[in-house]
């Protein structure tokens, strides 16, 4: 695993979220981190929420509610400081903590969950913004170290078997489905782990996007350990 700025052709370092916010996407750069450090108990917020499925989300009010440490309330504040920040901006986030995502057992062979390397798409103008605050954190792998899978030739051969219909349409079932959204890492490729209390901020595929899209992944969660994730 390497260290996030290791890859600093891809990854832009901010220091301030009005930096994170403004820094433009293009050239090599198709990722953008705020690194920090968080003070606070996060492991105290996710052992005090009520999780009875695989993944719940956390309102504010969720948040307010739970009885916490000096250190828990801590955490708390920076939860709630980041949803206001990224609301006040237009953006829409998610506190989610989260036992494991569902897998896609559909295809076996192909995977199309999240835990396959994967671009997010969006119809229009967009970012995928993330951060982990306690838990295993998501990878990101640099894109000349990954091969579309549906242009794997024994991949795409295998998926023409499945596929029943004209050969004019055969590009828009793999993007009906999200084939063409997930990608194989190549031999001795190097994923980036995106650490604990970043934020960042993810290019995606858009119609005007000026820059390829970021390949990532969510962990394999450990067993017992859940994940407590920002995301929009």
Avoid at 7 to 14: D, F, M, R
Avoid at 22 to 33: D, K, M, Q, W
Avoid at 151 to 160: F, V
Wanted: charged share 20%; net charge negative.
């Amino acid at each position: 695993m390497t260290d996030v700025f290791q890859a600093a052709n891809q990854i832009h370092a901010v220091t301030s979220f009005r930096e994170f916010l403004s820094t433009p996407l293009r050239g090599a750069i198709n990722a953008v981190c705020w690194q920090r450090e968080l003070a606070g108990d996060f492991a105290e917020i996710v052992e005090k929420a009520a999780v009875s499925e695989n993944m719940v989300t956390l309102s504010q009010q969720d948040l307010l509610a739970l009885e916490l440490s000096n250190q828990g309330k801590l955490a708390r504040e920076t939860l709630l400081n980041d949803l206001n920040l990224l609301e006040g901006s237009g953006n829409a986030p998610t506190l989610n903590v989260i036992k494991c995502y569902d897998r896609d057992d559909s295809y076996p062979f192909f995977p199309t969950d999240v835990y396959s390397f994967h671009v997010d798409r969006s119809p229009v103008p967009a970012d995928t913004i993330l951060c982990t605050y306690y838990g295993e954190p998501s990878d990101l792998l640099p894109n000349e170290q990954a091969t579309q899978k549906v242009l794997i030739p024994e991949i795409r051969d295998t998926l023409k078997k499945l596929y029943d219909g004209p050969e004019e349409g055969f590009e828009t079932f793999l993007q009906e489905y999200f084939f063409d959204l997930h990608y194989q890492p190549k031999p001795n490729a190097n994923p980036i782990s995106l650490g604990v209390g970043h934020l960042w901020r993810l290019a995606i595929d858009h119609p005007e996007s000026e820059v390829l899209p970021c390949l990532h992944r969510a962990p394999q969660e450990k067993s017992g350990k859940h994940r407590l994730l920002l995301i929009c």
